[in-house]
């Protein structure tokens, strides 16, 4: 299709996708995450997010423009393999903890078939190389484990 976006609606799903992901999260996340790491209270954990929003707001927005640029096809590919990271972070720590990771069920519902449409987009529209595929889970990857990474952050070190 002409004019159509080379991602579709998929990063417009990613940016619906993670507003359900943190209102599962909001009301037990930071005590949960309090318990097993380092203490975040609701107010930083909302703070946090803000920014977080207006980030996938806007890569999602410029990802799905008809004409979008590669690299931003590629920032988005990437965000969704962060967000893949984030299924195997609460799943992991589920089975670690013995406790229900909150979040769990919407990165499991939601992030696992999002990624996956992903994957069969551009496998088949052929939007991005090979190389530009590693790249992308590659740098998701590495965001993944870096926002993992500020859990264990201790208050006033940031």
Same mark, same amino acid.
């Given at each position: 299709?002409?004019?159509?976006?080379?991602?579709?609606?998929?990063?417009?799903?990613?940016?619906?996708?993670?507003?359900?992901?943190?209102?599962?999260?909001?009301?037990?996340?930071?005590?949960?995450?309090?318990? %097993?790491?380092?203490?975040?209270?609701?107010?930083?954990?909302?703070?946090? %997010?803000?920014?977080?929003?207006?980030?996938?707001?806007?890569?999602?927005?410029?990802?799905s423009?008809?004409?979008?640029?590669?690299?931003?096809?590629?920032?988005?590919?990437?965000?969704?393999?962060?967000?893949?990271?984030?299924?195997?972070?609460?799943?992991?720590?589920?089975?670690?903890?013995?406790?229900?990771s909150?979040?769990?069920?919407?990165?499991?519902?939601?992030?696992l078939?999002?990624?996956?449409?992903?994957?069969?987009?551009?496998?088949?529209?052929?939007?991005?190389?090979a190389?530009? /595929?590693? /790249?992308?889970?590659?740098?998701?990857?590495?965001?993944?484990?870096?926002?993992?990474?500020?859990?264990?952050?201790?208050?006033?070190?940031?």
């Amino acid at each position: 299709m002409s004019g159509s976006p080379p991602l579709g609606v998929l990063p417009r799903l990613t940016f619906a996708c993670f507003i359900l992901h943190v209102l599962e999260e909001l009301p037990n996340f930071p005590d949960w995450a309090s318990r %097993h790491f380092a203490p975040i209270s609701m107010g930083d954990f909302i703070f946090a %997010h803000v920014f977080i929003f207006a980030a996938v707001f806007y890569l999602a927005k410029r990802a799905s423009e008809p004409r979008a640029d590669a690299s931003w096809i590629l920032y988005a590919v990437a965000l969704q393999w962060a967000f893949f990271g984030n299924v195997i972070f609460h799943a992991g720590t589920t089975i670690l903890f013995n406790e229900y990771s909150p979040g769990l069920a919407t990165a499991f519902f939601l992030y696992l078939p999002l990624t996956y449409a992903y994957v069969r987009r551009i496998r088949r529209s052929r939007i991005m190389t090979a190389l530009r /595929q590693l /790249q992308a889970f590659v740098l998701g990857m590495a965001v993944s484990v870096l926002v993992t990474a500020t859990l264990w952050i201790e208050k006033g070190f940031i």
